[in-house]
């Protein structure tokens, strides 16, 4: 299984969030399930080296044409720290193709760029689990899809504060769908 961590370029000292990322990180590891990322700085970076440090598998999606473009963007990971780099110029396409890789997504902070993967996820029917309470645009999604009047009866969208339960329950929906 192939899961896509949807957060912030933006580093935080939050530790709150930084033990949540590597709580979710090690449930990810433990599950045997590779950990994909935008490829950019903060907390996406720390989740591919805390996943690396447990000898976990990543895959980078870089907004960049090539590594010398990605390189130059100063917002990126080092091209030393994952496993498998994929480049796709310009974040749109990056995002859509990340998302098409992966089997679901977790959402932990976030900006604009995490508002637009998450809508574009729940667009595609790509299970979803929102981690409350990390700050950022996650704090807000739940009430972003009421504000949008559209329900998504055929997609698994979860909200919870709940870190472990959160991805336990992903984890085993996805499961369950693999059966069928």
């Known amino acids: 299984m192939k899961i896509a961590l949807l957060s912030s370029a933006s580093p935080t000292e939050d530790e709150e969030v930084l033990v949540t990322v590597q709580e979710v990180v090690k449930f990810l590891y433990k599950n045997n399930i590779e950990l994909v990322t935008g490829g950019c700085s903060g907390i ?22 090539n590594a010398d473009n990605h390189i130059l963007r100063g917002d990126n990971i080092a091209l030393e720290i994952a496993d498998k780099y994929i480049y796709k110029e310009g974040f749109s396409q990056r995002s859509i193709d ?36 990390t700050g950022g645009i996650a704090d807000h999604l739940e009430y972003i899809l009421k504000l949008a009047k559209k329900e998504f009866p055929n997609n698994y969208i979860l909200f ?20 069928f």
């Open 44 to 65: 996406p970076e720390l989740a591919i080296r805390e996943m690396v440090r447990l000898g976990g598998v990543t895959t980078v999606f870089s907004p960049d044409k």
């Open 160 to 179: 919870t504060e709940y870190i472990l339960k959160g991805v336990n329950e992903l984890i085993s929906h996805l499961k369950q769908k693999t059966v």
């Open 98 to 133: 990340m998302l098409k890789y992966v089997d679901a997504a977790i959402v932990i902070n976030g900006r604009v760029g995490t508002l637009s993967e998450f809508t574009m996820a729940v667009e595609e029917g790509i299970p979803v689990l929102v981690l409350k309470n």
